[in-house]
């Protein structure tokens, strides 16, 4: 049973969060960006301090290994991101990251012994933030996504309002290219040279807080849909139509959410669902808006509340205030349930150290998700507080960190020694 | 009693229509545009074919002007725009344009006698649609904005979706310096050289149509308020934050909109009132929005009423699902009550040409309300189909547009008369 450094972890914890700091406690990093660069630079730096062999992929994903005493088996990986949202916070995916290089240094600082490879591994685009859609390269790697077409991608069009992107209207291929990390498709990860994933992550609810405990033990991600509802209604004249003549369709789309709110709140008590996203046409004070275009997110690991929610959302009448409401699905996930002998690692690294922990299902997609479909995969969480996340407010105390890093380190010995 | 030329009114309309043709029966023609341009050259063109002189001012205002026989006396001016909102049609300010045209040129044509100089004019961005606000030229020289602040307008940060202006990123100052239009100060409206302005305009709503008449004589312009109403709620990650946890802004949003249209409703019949613009923070459709603001337009000729709009807006919770609500005062406008006289002169001419007709309010803002304060003004209205406007289904018949010309000339040669 191995402690971590919780000096060296507060050290990459200050180091990181400069990287793309936007001046209030937050960061701003998108994939690709300097911001990212200046982190990866970082990684490299450290893990090669402690004689990692450090390859990249042609996605520009970001391995640093450990020879193993048996370096022809296959290897064992930690894995998370860099990047963030726009005014994310300072553990967002790069928690992952600092945990695995915090788990490395500690092997070779104390020279722990291990027969398997031990890699700490960077993805690229989780959030796709800039660049859609999210997990962007676990799903090239381990799903079914199109390479080729994913390069096509251009920002995200919201994307064009923040000035601070306006100058640089490149597709995520033009981005790749440029990038200095962009590697070889044969270092990809791979079922052969890697036989497990483990990924450390912040909760990003409240659920671990509330309980008190300082370590989740991810047993699933949830299944979820995501639709997109619009409204067609009339441009014309704010200030020359009698209501009765309208069709307002931003007024529609403000009964359609109230409606779907009334719903889906009968459904079950821990459904999440979100209205995050709104799009209206043509946004002008003066015109009566004739298109607007909404995003519902709703997730449970249970499909039959699943089916209830796309129920409720088939069940928007096909009028509102005299405007067509359509609604068209986006994307679906079914509930993805992780190794149960990994699971089973992890809740004995954390029952050995004895810290206060639960079983714990994931809301959040994760790159972990689309890598189960590949390999023995498994997440370990550590909690938020209030609940914060994708916003400046997201914090987890160095206690916690380090916590969780020895879990992710002890978890990942287990596994070697069976 | 003069009458105009179909056939002359139909190339107008028809050559206009090329200008700015966003391929599906509309128009996009930005003020200052190369597509405005188009429209503008057009207008020097034709006007000096009748012998007319040509002069711009500061705000690349344009002036065609045929002498009276007596060209000492005050002109007088017929005046509309030429810009239109994105995806607009072929009526909204350009009709008005076209008449005063057709106006000078029957005079011309006919060899009709007059004492005063009269004069086609040409408003510089009445729309504001990409450099806000709206009857900006108009407000500059008759009203109280600061020339030089408005010459460092941006566009409106809505049109930055539009990929179409994605490329020029300059201010409405820059614009105009660049504009071979850019004329002298000193040429601009002003109440030692002219005396009186008419505007005829599409009436922009359905009550001409709806009454079965062919002409509005304009006696006011509706009184009106804007507000920006404001949610403020908290950022959290839309798949891991329990509902009980949240703050929703756009969901408080949508019940703010809510209770506004069932407030409002109460107030008066005739009361218009529009959400039309609404900005979402961050707007990403897996992140819960922290803030959401809309826009208030609500407009009404009796003070009492605009000041039950306000009570209304001042009346929304503090809090609605637990998000805070704001609102600013965007700006106002007490009812503009046209010239008498002016407006006697018009009713004069369409009684004696024998066309159906009616009193009417304009619920818009057009340049001729500025121009009020500072001389005599007056308008005249013709039909929309179905009341639409600021959209590519705007229509008004030939033979209601030609009627339009006809008032307009002999209205003018009424005051010409006295």
Chains 1, 2 share one sequence.
Request: include cysteine; hydrophobic fraction near 35%; glycine fraction near 6%.
């Amino acid at each position: 049973m191995y402690k971590c450094s919780k000096q060296r972890m507060e050290d990459k914890i200050k180091t990181m969060s400069k990287y793309g700091d936007a001046g209030h406690g937050g960061v701003t990093r998108y994939t690709l960006s300097q911001e990212d660069l200046q982190a990866r630079d970082e990684f490299v730096k450290r893990m090669k301090v402690i004689g990692a062999e450090i390859k990249t992929d042609d996605m520009a994903n970001m391995y640093a290994t450990i020879k193993g005493s048996s370096p022809n088996l296959p290897g064992i990986v930690m894995a998370s991101h860099c990047d963030s949202v726009r005014n994310g916070g300072n553990y967002d995916g790069i928690l992952g990251v600092m945990s695995a290089m915090e788990a490395l240094e500690t092997i070779a600082d104390e020279k722990i012994p291990h027969k398997h490879n031990i890699t700490a591994m960077i993805w690229t685009n989780e959030e796709g933030s800039l660049y859609p859609p999210a997990m962007m390269s676990s799903g090239v790697i381990c799903y079914d996504y199109l390479p080729e077409n994913i390069r096509k991608n251009f920002k995200h069009e919201n994307m064009l309002l923040s000035k601070s992107v306006l100058d640089k209207t490149v597709t995520f291929g033009e981005m790749l290219d440029k990038n200095k990390y962009k590697g070889d498709k044969k270092n990809r990860l791979n079922p052969k040279e890697y036989s497990a994933m483990f990924e450390l992550h912040i909760e990003q609810g409240p659920i671990l807080e509330a309980a008190g405990n300082d370590i989740g033990v991810v047993t699933c991600v949830l299944g979820m849909v995501n639709y997109r509802i619009r409204a067609f209604g009339q441009s014309d004249h704010a200030g020359t139509t009698p209501m009765k003549y309208r069709k307002d369709a931003l007024y529609a789309a403000a009964l359609a959410i109230q409606q779907l709110h009334n719903e889906l709140d009968k459904l079950a008590p821990d459904l999440v669902y979100t209205t995050g996203e709104i799009l209206c046409h043509p946004n002008v004070h003066t015109v009566i808006p004739d298109m607007v275009e909404f995003s519902l997110d709703a997730r449970h690991e249970d499909p039959k509340v699943i089916e209830g929610v796309v129920k409720a959302i088939k069940n928007l009448p096909e009028e509102l205030a005299k405007c067509r409401i359509e609604s068209e699905v986006a994307w679906t996930r079914d509930t993805v349930y992780f190794n149960k002998k990994l699971v089973g690692y992890v809740q004995e690294a954390v029952d050995e150290l004895g810290y206060k922990n639960q079983k714990i299902n994931s809301g959040a997609g994760h790159d972990a998700q689309f890598a189960s479909y590949m390999m023995p995969t498994t997440m370990i969480f550590v909690p938020s507080k209030d609940g914060h996340s994708h916003c400046e407010e997201e914090f987890t105390s160095l206690e916690q960190c380090v916590k969780g890093a020895e879990v992710l380190l002890n978890a990942v010995l287990n596994l070697d020694r069976n």
